[in-house]
């Protein structure tokens, strides 16, 4: 409901029919352009975890299947999108066609919490920014963990929280940028790093690449203004809806967030082991890329309970 009432301002902000993104844009060395960027996610996190064409990719939380779609072209692997939107999986399909690679990738309506499928079928978990969507991140990771193959992959890129605790106006402004994008939560950064391990997932990487999204979060911003200043009218005349206005009050908001701490954009991946006790429980992950800083966090002092 919230994403078809918001549809037209994933167009206008996100380009949604031509990126098939909902997302926000990733820069590095490689990105020029706002399209570039809205696409880059999927290069990073697919060079990250290493895709393969024999691959078999669950994409959790598929949006309009822009991942599912450039996954299948660029590695040639099968990718199943599932999404809680009926509406969104129509357009997927359509876009897959569009795109020609509808034989590699598939869609379902699934509720990524409780999935249809039976265990350890999928050799790589995908969810972008579909995990802070959640009431419940511990369930869903667990139920991501279950349809993994012994050695399969979970990779993602999502918003996290750097504190447990705010002050009220932070916790205010918070609740503009969660409520108008329609999130649940932002994870606390440390509570999910626990998690991961909870589930005993291995080869942990968890790492902050907030500045690699502060550009298109700016833009967000100063795209906003006008959609701030005149929404009430707008929404008078019948011209816009109540969540659309809480959607650019939102990307108006997101900015001060990220770019002061409150919020990070954060790439986790971790690995189902193949034989219990086999692997340490975190590495330093691959070769570092000169504009991405992969620094594991952890506060030792900090208690973290699930
Ligand atoms: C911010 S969008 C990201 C979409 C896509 N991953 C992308 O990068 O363009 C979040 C997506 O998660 C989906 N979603 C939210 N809750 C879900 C759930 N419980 N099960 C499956 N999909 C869900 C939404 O419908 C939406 O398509």
Known sequence: MYYSDVRDDYVRFWDLDQSMSMRIGFWDERVNSVPEALARTDAFLAEEVGIRDTDYVLDVGCGVGGSAIRLAR??????????????????ARRNAKRHNVAHLVKFAV????????????FDVVWAVESLSHSADQYLALREWTRLLKPGGRIIGADYFRSRDRFSASTEALRQTVLGGLCFHEFEYAQ???????TLDLRQIQFFDVTHNVLPSSRRLNQMSWFGVALGGLLKRLGLRSESQNRLVRANRTQYEALSSGIHQYRIFAAQKPEYVSEFPNRTEGRAQSPSVNRQPVRDEHDTISI
């Open 110 to 121: 699934q509720d990524f919490h409780a999935i249809d499928l039976q265990d350890e079928q």
């Open 191 to 197: 509570r999910f790093d626990c998690m991961l391990e």
């Open 74 to 91: 660029e590695y040639g692997c099968r990718v199943l999108g599932i999404n809680v939107s009926p509406q969104q999986i129509g357009e």
